[in-house]
């Protein structure tokens, strides 16, 4: 009895030694990718969609600034001038797919296994739109305080800065893209993944304000007004961990400085 149990046991252990045809032509899943240097090769690769032509045209604008050579114009926001209705469709989805790495960058943070909330994405409230009205009004006053100094240093260097300029429909989309693009992309998402990454916040911040300044290096040496900016949306965002009032905020300075100018200007 004890023999043949054994010898029972010897051949059920070689059978189960015996590979399938399963497990033989079965092929592990691929990995995803994981670690330090994937989230930062990703974060590059989001910034240079979002903002590497932005960054491009900007570095043309300051060299246009700093030799007098305006550049000709590219306004590729030009689609059907002679169709009125037709053109403010072509508009709208033009700047839908502008502002779409916005949304590729949501996804990827969502993919990864963060929730939304880690971008400050919430649910809104009344809250946001009033805090958002009260950081456009705030930036606008310091955009006027920094204006002295402004024409000041122009009257020193002359150095007049070449802005893009857009139609009426142009500058209020613009606006509303700013708002979403940078704020949801430049800060929100760079800050989270490079803490995800390992970055002390404080580092991750110091980044995303560098970002922000470079596609505003047209700006010349009045970029102060934009690091101020900067600073002022990514403390708050570090602090309260909410999207929302930065998108109202920072579309809403853009819309009153473009309501601002026109009145001016007409």
């Not at 300051?62 to 059907?80: E, K, N």
């Not at 310091?142 to 122009?154: E, H, I, K, N, Y």
């Not at 857009?166 to 949801?184: C, D, M, Q």
Request: no cysteine; proline share 6%; net charge positive.
């Amino acid at each position: 009895m004890a023999l043949s149990a054994l010898r029972r046991r010897a051949i059920m252990t070689a059978m189960s030694a015996v590979p399938t045809v399963e497990s033989a032509t079965a092929t592990p899943a691929p990995a995803l990718p994981a670690g330090r240097r994937a989230v930062f090769v990703e974060v590059a690769i989001v910034l240079v969609i979002a903002f590497g032509g932005s960054t491009l045209a900007a570095v043309r604008y300051l060299a246009a600034a700093l030799t007098g050579f305006l550049p000709a114009p590219s306004q590729a926001l030009v689609g059907f001038p002679t169709i009125p209705w037709l053109n403010a469709i072509y508009d709208v989805l033009l700047w839908a797919a502008i502002s779409a790495p916005a949304a590729l960058a949501v996804f990827l943070v969502v993919r990864s296994g963060a929730e939304p909330a880690s971008l400050g994405i919430r649910r809104p409230r009344w809250r946001d739109a009033a805090l958002g009205l009260g950081l456009a009004l705030g930036y606008l006053l310091l955009g006027l305080v920094m204006s002295v100094p402004d024409r000041f240093v122009q009257r020193i260097t002359h150095f007049f800065p070449v802005t893009p300029s857009y139609n009426g429909l142009n500058g209020v989309l613009a606006s509303v893209n700013a708002g979403i693009l940078e704020e949801t992309v430049v800060l929100a998402y760079v800050v989270h993944r490079l803490e995800v990454a390992g970055l002390r916040t404080r580092s991750a911040a110091a980044i995303s304000v560098v970002v922000r300044l470079a596609y505003h290096v047209y700006y010349g040496p009045f970029l102060l007004p934009v690091l101020l900016f900067g600073i002022g949306q990514t403390l708050y965002f570090v602090r309260a961990r909410r999207l929302l009032p930065l998108v109202f905020g920072h579309a809403g300075y853009d819309l009153l400085v473009l309501v601002l100018l026109r009145a001016v200007i007409h």
